[in-house]
């Protein structure tokens, strides 16, 4: 049997934090975009006093922001999460593919067996399922195989989906704090009255700034679970490909009755029932 490479290693801990990082200071910096921040002159008067990106993040509300925050790096996790998982050589590794063959050109069932049991992907996972069912006949071992196949796509759905719950609530999340915001501020305006009207634009403005975060985490959360989903959708199909290029011309009229499952086992006949106690000898 040819030797077989290791599977593609994940990313360390290292990039993925270094990455998460990156993009969290991508949307950082999008926050910052001047379109959030004051005209730097008025009706040509200088503006005389700049608040730091951190400040107007305070000012617009800690608990809000920093949920916003948290938010934003499990939507990049989620990401490169899911571009590792997603790509070919890990769902269906080309080296355990061309092994698996020859395995079973040569015949060798058990070796064949062995190979994908031993592999971490979703090809040898669906392979491992149609090898237990294999001596049931050819639809017995389309069943494994399509159940097997829902079962990983299931999966994968699912941890996609909250990206699209990301999309959903941050929106939600801003518009609580811009609201709070606001309240906050007519309250001040109905105590103290409207002596300086730039003031409370100027609270306007960065309650709103809990809004603008909602939305710069939500589209691109919404973009990339469109983008993983059909990522996903492209990598089953060449998952079934490659499955029933191998197990659509296996010779399942020699296969009956063999075993290749792990815990394989042959059940024996039924025991003849003992007679039973105080019956007459014939």
């Given amino acids: 049997m040819k030797s077989l490479p290791a599977s593609l290693p994940a990313p360390s801990l290292k990039t993925r934090a270094v990455v998460t990082a990156l993009c969290t200071g991508l949307v950082l910096l999008v926050l910052a975009h001047p379109a959030l921040a004051q005209d730097a002159s008025t009706a040509g008067t200088p503006l005389v006093m700049e608040k730091t990106l951190f400040q107007r993040l305070m000012a617009a509300g800690p608990f809000f922001m920093g949920t916003l925050f948290m938010a934003s790096v499990f939507m990049v996790w989620l990401v490169i999460d899911g571009i590792t998982r997603t790509a070919r050589a890990k769902l269906a590794p080309p080296a355990v593919i061309a092994s698996l063959r020859q395995n079973l050109i040569d015949g060798d069932y058990e070796t064949a067996t062995q190979l994908v049991t031993a592999q971490d992907s979703v090809f040898a996972n669906i392979a491992t399922a149609a090898f237990s069912?294999?001596?049931?006949?050819?639809?017995?071992?389309?069943?494994?195989?399509?159940?097997?196949?829902?079962?990983?796509?299931?999966?994968?759905?699912?941890?996609?989906?909250?990206?699209?719950?990301?999309?959903?609530?941050?929106?939600?999340?801003?518009?609580?704090?811009?609201?709070?915001?606001?309240?906050?501020?007519?309250?001040?305006?109905?105590?103290?009255?409207?002596?300086?009207?730039?003031?409370?634009?100027?609270?306007i403005g960065e309650v709103l700034v809990c809004t603008g975060g909602g939305l710069v985490v939500a589209i691109p959360a919404f973009a990339f679970y469109y983008v993983m989903r059909n990522r996903i959708s492209a990598g089953f199909r060449h998952i079934q490909t490659e499955i029933n290029a191998v197990f659509h011309h296996l010779p399942y009229d020699h296969l009956q009755g063999i075993r290749l499952e792990a815990d394989a086992f042959v059940p024996s006949l039924p025991r003849a029932s003992a007679p039973a106690e105080g019956t007459a000898e014939a």
């Fill in 133 to 203: 069912k294999i001596g049931l006949g050819k639809d017995a071992t389309d069943d494994a195989i399509f159940e097997e196949t829902e079962r990983a796509r299931s999966i994968f759905n699912s941890r996609i989906s909250y990206l699209s719950v990301i999309g959903v609530i941050t929106p939600m999340i801003g518009l609580t704090g811009t609201v709070f915001g606001m309240i906050h501020a007519f309250d001040t305006l109905g105590s103290s009255g409207v002596g300086d009207p730039t003031k409370l634009s100027a609270a």
